[in-house]
């Protein structure tokens, strides 16, 4: 097995975008595929190294980019400066992510009618937001994601599969956001399961997030927990 990568550019309302595709070129199948959808910082590091982990597993991955080439920040002040435009305009976010999974679907590596995507924080938002626009994903993960709905009418009823994960004491899905989506799930007919961990807060993957203060941090606990509910039902949404 040799996990590789390339840098993937391509078109999309207000583009480019710029990501990181990541494979096994042990073998020249098409396979399923999982986007990738990265926090309030945009694209980095850490994402295509998820990405690599992914392909480990057998599938291809995306890192994606929803910011816009170069567009990344860093933490402390103006780091949601990119998200928050999005956020003001979901519809155009839906069309993003719309142009995010048509680049991946093209790519030679991958099985077009056969890919999930995960996303955490932002990306756990972007990940429901694809559910609720019907767009053709096998399923959905979200990681101390945040649960807001858009402003435009979501699909009836939601046909992709939904694993949760939230921390507890996340300050930014707080319990009612979190029996809110449950409800909105079970109104939509979706399949749909949340896992919650106790005592952990907002950004409870991110290793780079120490320190943080009451309700955000790392929490090794929960990041191996999740990452394994994650790969159990990435391979049973593919199997359908």
Known sequence: MTIRRRTL?????GGPFEGVFAWDDGTDVARPAVLVIPNVLGQKEADNRKAEDLAALGYAA???????????????EGSSRYMDEL????TLLRERLRATLAACAAQPEV???????????????????MARAGLPIRGGVSLHG??????YDSVAPITVPLLVCHGWDDPLAPPDALVALGQELTAADADWQIHAYGHAGHGFTDRALTAAGSGFGYDEGADRRSWAALCAFVQEVFEK
Do not use: S
Request: net charge neutral; hydrophobic share 35%.
């Open 87 to 90: 956020n003001a305009d979901r």
């Open 9 to 13: 550019v391509h078109d999309g309302p």
């Open 111 to 129: 099985d077009a009618g056969r890919i999930a995507a995960i996303g955490f924080c932002f990306g756990g938002k972007c990940v429901l937001d």
């Open 62 to 76: 995306f890192a994606c980019d929803l910011f816009g080439q170069g567009k990344r920040t860093q933490r402390g």
């Open 146 to 151: 945040v649960y807001d709905r858009p402003d």
